[in-house]
Nanobody, 116 residues
Framework: QVQLVESGGGLVQPGASLRLSCVVS????????MGWIRQSPGKDRDFVAA????????YYADSVRGRFTVSRDNAKNTVYLQMNSLTPEDTAVYYC?????????WGQGTQVTVSS
């Protein structure tokens, strides 16, 4: 059974940085394309970033491109989301996600709150 566990969220001021981590167990991590998705109160889940299993190609939502960086460490079965220049609009629960054989796997989420 594949399990994903996020960490690294918190309360920060506008302009600050955070790094989220997602540790994956129960599968061959290096074969997984990994994504970060966020959900703000009262809104649907939105795509944030993704990194492919092959060659580590990265993809970003327009709203975070240039501020966020997704990366992975296959030796540690971990995907990261470095978030810089945070704004209140980035406040959300952040989830990591992967899809294996048409099944979606999600972590429990980590809360990021950006407020002065």
């Amino acid at each position: 059974q594949v399990q994903l566990v996020e960490s690294g969220g918190g309360l920060v001021q506008p302009g600050a940085s955070l790094r989220l981590s997602c540790v994956v167990s129960g599968g061959t991590f290096s074969n997984f394309t990994m994504g970060w998705i966020r959900q703000s109160p009262g809104k649907d889940r939105d795509f944030v970033a993704a990194i492919s299993w092959e060659r580590g190609r990265t993809y970003y939502a327009d709203s975070v491109r240039g501020r966020f960086t997704v990366s992975r460490d296959n030796a540690k079965n971990t995907v990261y989301l470095q978030m810089n220049s945070l704004t209140p609009e980035d406040t959300a629960v952040y989830y990591c996600n992967t899809r294996i054989k048409l099944l979606d796997y999600w972590g429990q989420g980590t809360q990021v709150t950006v407020s002065s």
